[in-house]
């Protein structure tokens, strides 16, 4: 059973670069993609992007210039940095593992999620 | 980009009733369609994908249907547990997209 954790800085100031680390267990890490989501309180949710293990990533357009995501194999840990954050970046941010099957695909497993809140 | 939008938005309902959610999306996804269920304070949990079989421990209750662009997720006899939020995910294409979500709430 996969078990992800988060952590990072839950208050930011404007403009400051956002941090979050996930770390992975129980699971192969190499095998999958893994999955940035965010959700504004009260709101619905927003894809961030995807980072295989080998570092391939796919990013949501709308966030691209400011996202990078990272992976560390050695730690089974994956990185979001969200740079020159603004009070609408507020949210909570949940990392996911992609399951592929083909060409289908669906967040399967999340961790808990952290509220980072920029103010 | 891909726009899904659910509805209704809110729904009220009792244990035991029969209650269809509907996402639709702006260009044919085929059967490549996510459905979520996320509670209070809590992480999104997969549920089912259109083109399938019910995520393993997801009770028999929950079905879906649709192609194309039109899509329903059918709880046939709600339970206590059911009430939270539903939301319904594309995943034909980047960038993923969610729909606004579908609050189901007792009566």
């Known amino acids: 059973q996969v078990q992800l954790q988060q952590w990072g800085a839950g208050l930011l100031k404007p403009s400051e670069t956002l941090s979050l680390t996930c770390s992975v267990s129980?699971?192969?890490?190499?095998?999958?993609?893994w999955s940035w989501i965010r959700q504004p309180p009260g709101k619905g949710l927003e894809w961030i992007g995807d980072i295989s293990h080998g570092g391939r990533g796919y990013f949501n357009p709308s966030l691209r210039s400011r996202v990078t995501i990272s992976v560390d194999t050695s730690k089974n840990q994956l990185s979001l940095k969200l740079r020159s954050v603004t009070a609408a970046d507020t949210a909570v941010y949940f990392c996911?593992?992609?399951?592929?099957?083909?060409?289908?695909?669906?967040?399967?497993?999340w961790g808990p999620g952290i509220l980072v809140t920029v103010s | 980009d891909i726009q899904m939008t659910q509805s209704p938005s809110s729904l009220s309902a009792s244990v035991g009733d029969r209650v269809t959610i509907t996402c639709r999306a702006s260009q044919s996804i085929s059967r490549y369609l996510n459905w979520y269920q996320q509670k209070p304070g809590k992480a999104p949990q997969f549920l089912i994908h259109a083109a399938s079989n019910l995520q393993s421990g997801v009770p028999p209750r929950f079905s879906v249907s649709g192609s194309g662009t039109d899509f329903t997720l059918t709880i046939s006899s709600l339970q206590i547990e059911d009430f939270a939020t539903y939301y319904c995910q594309q995943s034909y294409t980047t960038p993923r997209t969610f729909g606004q979500g579908t609050k189901l709430e007792i009566k």
């Open positions: 996911a593992r992609l399951f592929r099957l083909g060409v289908i695909t669906q967040f399967d497993s």
């Open positions: 129980g699971e192969s890490f190499s095998d999958y993609y």
